[in-house]
């Protein structure tokens, strides 16, 4: 397409923030510190974590931009910038999160292949755009549509980075049509983000944005939209995100027997603590994020001072002021609530937390019976280690 275009080295990458901890260099790939979710419900985009696998897309004139709509459709489309900023806006805070958010650690019970990230390969942000189910209307698909005349079921979005899995071809990935088109599902075609223009590490000019479904469909710089029969069958929903058993090694694998990971399962971590941390006899914070998948908001999070056998329930917040009810129409549901908790920590120990979504869903005790060759979706209750230093009294 005219106007973006992937670059085929890293001679263009944007600048960064200097308190970003880089996981990879290229494809550019880093985190924050943890201690930076807490301090704000919506994540600020410089330091909202950088998930890629090739360059950084180039736009070299946003006038010529177009996004192609076409496939299993009557009416394929082109749609410039303008075209998508005259739909309906709608602004969704949603949050992102990487499938290999805590795979460092998955990787400590034994070795997973994939770039290692601590807990901070997530993030909350306030996506703007025009929903994809009004955009597919444009093209003749009303909503709510599971199959269109010509037989497409799901919608694939292509991008432009050239990535090394695809053999320098493009980023892509799918959802059923049927998500595509619930206007309830709030699936954007985002061009801002925290009420900005979209930047380019974030997916200038357009990205998608499937809220409660793992990263890695929220395909960034968009090239094209294709309705088609089948999932789309890029390395990335194929060959990569699915969740195997523990027993599935790189021998015996068979990438066909799963499905790709859509939502993600219930997840909370300790943010402001680190893995190791030597505190003064008294009073400590315990801190942190707590999200579910598919909408599922958060019911409760338990807080542990005595590595799980005993617990208390935190608070829990979005927005200041207002108490945080799962399911109630003043929480975004698409999005992390904060927890803390206060707690008196009379010798060293293992401080533990655990979340429990509306569904009744619960985060797994252990990693071992989660752990999966390619370290996804560690969602494992989540530990620190406090140690009790002398106070300089
Ligand atoms: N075109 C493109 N889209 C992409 C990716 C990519 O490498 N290329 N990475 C995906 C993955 S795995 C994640 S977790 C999110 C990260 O989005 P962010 O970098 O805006 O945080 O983008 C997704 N969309
Ligand atoms: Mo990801």
Known sequence: MPGLRGPSNYS???SRHQSLKI?????????????????????????????????????DDIERY????????????ELSIADIRKLPKYNVT????????????????????????????????????????????????????????????????VSVDMCKEENGGPYKASIPLNQATNSEADVLLAYEMNGETLNRDHGYPLRVVVPGVIGARSVK?????????????????????????????????????????MDFPVQCVICSLEDVDVVKHGKITISGYAVSGGGRGIERVDVSIDGGKTWEEADKYQKTGIPYIADDTSSDKWA???????????????IVAKAVDMAANVQ????????????ILNTSWHRVHVQVGHSNL
Not at 130 to 152: C, H, N
Not at 235 to 255: A, G, H, L, S
């Open 94 to 157: 949603a949050t992102l999160q990487c499938a290999g958010n805590r795979r460092t650690a998955m990787s400590k019970t034994k070795t997973v292949k994939g770039v290692g990230w601590d807990v901070a390969a997530i993030g909350n942000a306030v996506w703007g755009g025009a929903k994809l189910s009004d955009v597919l209307e444009l093209v003749g698909i009303p909503k709510l549509t599971t199959t269109t005349p010509l037989g497409g079921k799901h919608v694939e979005f």
């Open 364 to 375: 797994p005790e252990n990693v071992e019976v989660i752990w999966n060759l390619r370290g």
């Open 23 to 59: 996981n990879a260099k290229v494809p550019f790939n880093a985190e924050p510190p943890r201690s930076a979710l807490i301090s704000s419900y919506v994540t600020p985009v410089d330091l909202f974590y950088k998930r890629n696998h090739g360059p950084i897309p180039v736009v």
């Open 66 to 77: 177009r996004v192609s709509i076409s496939g299993l459709v009557e009416k394929p489309k």
């Open 336 to 350: 992390w609530v904060l927890f803390t908790a206060t707690a008196d920590i009379p010798k060293s120990t293992e």
């Open 221 to 261: 710089w968009l090239d094209s939209i294709s309705i088609i029969a089948e999932e789309c069958q890029g390395f990335f929903m194929q060959r990569d995100y699915k969740m195997f058993p523990p027993t599935v090694n790189w021998e015996n694998i068979n990438w066909s027997t799963r499905r790709p990971q």
């Open 12 to 14: 263009q990458e944007p």
